[in-house]
């Protein structure tokens, strides 16, 4: 079952954050970008002090424990999200000033 979720976020080109068991640690923002047999290849950056490393990784299939991704991100503190003009206007966030109005 988790092969199949590995190969679905491969395929969907996400970013993850993936918990590998054998190592107690977290690689965060990671993609997925091979599967072969029980060898799951990632890349992600970490950034130490002065500079910026990009990474590639192999690991077995076995030694990931958890996988997790960012669904949606808002803004903190006092800022009017984006509407879309497509977006139907029952799906749209109105203004509260303009509910006062009514």
């Known amino acids: 079952m988790l092969n199949r ?7 969907d080109g ?14 965060e923002r990671a993609r997925i970008i091979d599967i072969e047999g029980d060898l799951v290849t990632m890349r992600y950056e970490t950034d ?8 590639e990784e192999m690991v077995r299939l076995e030694s990931i424990g958890a996988i997790t991704q960012k669904l949606a991100s808002v803004p903190r503190g006092n800022v009017e999200p984006l ?10 966030i109105r203004n509260p000033s303009d509910s006062n109005q009514d």
């Open 5 to 11: 979720k590995i190969y679905q976020l491969c395929c």
């Open 14 to 27: 996400r970013e993850i954050c993936v918990f590998l068991r054998d190592q107690q640690r977290w690689i």
């Open 48 to 55: 130490e002090e002065d500079e910026v490393c990009s990474w």
């Open 83 to 92: 509407v879309s003009d497509d977006c139907p206007e029952a799906e749209q």
